[in-house]
């Protein structure tokens, strides 16, 4: 989901045809709103795979970036395709654009701005290459210089809000309190003058205020109290990161793989919260804008945070991506929570005071249905995907959630 024009939400369906769940392709839409599609919406996007990116741009139009399927045999670099379209549905001039293995970006204005990993053969390099690639309203793709950090494969990439690429790369493993992060910003024209910047400590991905400050929670382990950096375009750090919290911060990823803490989830104005969440509770801290514990935190729920996916207990290597926290207007706080042995999953809000706001939570009364994923409206609240088992697999429903807690519409959009 996206924010869209008028109030409106922009929404990405992956399309599968056959009983094996095969890719087929996306359904777009952009919803009002009371739920409805707006004229010369939804549209059927085919030739390509998942789309996983879904982003709006300052004019009311979006970009969606698929994946391609690979029509050769053997192994050849990865094709993602990006689509343009205006508020009416209307494919912008230029698109689709095809691109090599772009894997995260960020509208700036109306420039696609997007991570790319260049494709070295079927072995590939021996260290993680990048580089920026920007594609313009008119579909004019620019590539910017390679970059790296000289080795594979400790990373984390990030757009910032400003167009500036942001990578880290964690070393140092040996001994617990050995760890090191080195971070980097580029453009395209290569890694910006002063960094990288070196970092003791463990560190999250990264996020950004409305500046383009750079926030990271750091911790020598998963298991330490949490501080947060910010640093600034010069690889300075900056007075508004704080000191060490009562709180750890517990990573985004329950699968094999990296163990670093969580990213913060920060407002346009540098508040910032640390989230901390396990099988039967969650904590989360909020920082002002500089750097200090606001009073009457932390949050504290004797639930878990909402998961997505599904493992199967057979699932050898199935790993689940937590669900992120939003900020809303007024620095609100909407999380995800599990659900309870009652019913389903549900969504709080929680104010700048560390309280629940009155009429939240907002919770799904079927079981096993859960809330995967939240974004946050700018007229106020909130809209969230809710998940929900239906007699033959799941539904998937859109809802429209007031800050007071009406629900302003439920749209299915994914019916088994």
């Avoid at 494709?119 to 290459?129: A, Q, R, S, T, V």
């Avoid at 790369?169 to 003058?193: C, N, W």
């Avoid at 909402?306 to 790993?319: A, L, R, V, Y």
């Avoid at 309280?355 to 079927?366: E, F, H, I, Y």
């Amino acid at each position: 989901m996206a924010p869209g024009p008028g109030g409106g939400v922009y929404v990405s369906i992956p399309v599968t045809t056959d009983a094996r769940g095969s890719g087929s392709g996306s359904v777009v839409a952009l919803l009002d709103q009371g739920g409805r599609p707006r004229p010369g919406w939804p549209i059927r996007l085919s030739g390509v795979d998942s789309c996983d990116l879904l982003l709006a741009a300052s004019d009311g139009s979006v970009r969606v970036v698929c994946f391609v399927p690979n029509q050769e045999e053997g192994l050849n670099g990865a094709v993602r395709r990006a689509f343009a379209f205006d508020s009416g549905g209307l494919a912008l001039a230029g698109w689709p654009v095809d691109v090599g293995d772009a894997f995260t970006g960020r509208v700036v204005g109306t420039d696609l701005t997007m991570i790319e990993r260049p494709y070295y053969g079927d072995l590939g390099p021996p260290e993680d290459f990048v580089n920026l690639v920007v594609i313009r309203a008119g579909g004019r793709a620019v590539r910017g210089s390679e970059v790296s950090f000289g080795q594979c494969c400790e990373n984390t990439w990030a757009v910032g809000p400003n167009g500036i690429a942001y990578g880290t790369y964690r070393r140092d493993f040996e001994t617990r309190d050995s760890v090191k992060t080195d971070v980097i910003a580029f453009d395209l024209a290569g890694v910006q003058p002063g960094w990288p910047a070196t970092i003791d400590g463990n560190t999250s991905e990264l996020a950004f205020d409305a500046r383009g400050l750079a926030y990271l929670v750091v911790g020598w382990s998963t298991e330490r109290p949490a501080r947060t950096v910010v640093l600034d375009g010069g690889a300075k750090l900056q007075p508004s990161g704080s000191a060490d919290q009562p709180i750890v911060s517990t990573g985004t990823w329950n699968g094999a793989g990296d163990d670093y803490p969580g990213p913060p989830i920060v407002a346009a104005d540098g508040s910032a919260f640390i989230v901390s969440t396990e099988a039967d509770r969650t904590a989360v801290l909020a920082l002002d804008p500089n750097g200090q514990a606001r009073t009457g935190w932390p949050y504290r729920s004797s639930l878990a945070m909402q998961w997505t996916g599904f493992c199967g207990g057979g699932d050898t290597g199935c790993g689940q991506a937590r669900t992120m926290p939003a900020v809303g207007q007024a620095n609100v706080l909407y999380l995800l929570q599990a659900a309870s042995t009652s019913g389903g999953g549900s969504i709080v809000a929680v104010g700048t005071d560390g309280r629940v706001r009155a009429g939240w939570p907002v919770g799904l009364k079927r079981a096993g249905s859960a809330f995967w994923s939240v974004v946050g409206n700018p007229a106020g609240g909130v809209w969230a995907l809710a998940i929900e088992p239906e007699t033959h697999g799941y539904s998937a429903t859109i809802l429209s959630i007031a800050s007071d807690s009406t629900v302003r519409f439920a749209t299915t959009v994914v019916e088994p």
